[in-house]
Every structure is written in C-alpha cells, then in structure tokens.
C-alpha cells in the first residue's frame, strides 16, 4: 500500500519524531545505568509515570563489563525503544 503512505506521512513523521525523543531518552537511562548511576539520581531526570516506566526498564538490564558490551547495551534499549513506540503509535 504505498500510495496510503503520502497521506499519513506528516502523522508518520509527528510520530517518529516523539519516537525519536523516547528512544533518546531511552538512551540517557540506560547510559546511567551503564555507568552505575544510583536509580534514585536518575529517577531526578525522569518525569511522569511513563518515563520513569523507561528508568525503570533500564535499570532491569545488566551492566555490561566493556566499553563496547555498554555502547551496545545503550544501542540495544534505543532502538528496541524505537521499535516498540513506533509499533504502538501503529495501532492507534
């Protein structure tokens, strides 16, 4: 179906750019977690029930014991993040 796709592309790029944001915070969580952030400082940068939802989720992932295994990790929960907003704003 891609002549449908013109007529949803200015919803579909509102929706990628909110997806966009997620994903990067997505990635500040799991960075402080990464570096061992205590969960209550990060939870200072975390505001309203569903960021801290995110917080949360990062924090249920292990830390990495490389540089490389943490930029993965941080890659890993952004683009999952991504995935998963994107294919929620898809069933709306």
């Known amino acids: 179906g891609g002549f449908l796709l013109t007529n949803a592309i200015s919803v579909q790029a509102e929706q990628a750019q909110v997806c966009e944001e997620w994903a990067s915070k997505a990635g500040s969580y799991m960075l402080f977690r990464q570096m061992n952030t205590p969960i209550h400082e990060a939870m200072e940068n975390a505001m309203g029930n569903v960021t801290r939802g995110l917080l949360l ?12 295994g943490k930029q993965q990790a941080i890659d890993d929960f952004k683009n999952k993040t991504l995935e998963e907003c994107i294919s929620q704003m898809q069933q709306r």
């Open 57 to 68: 989720s990062a924090y249920q992932q292990p830390v990495a014991e490389t540089n490389e």
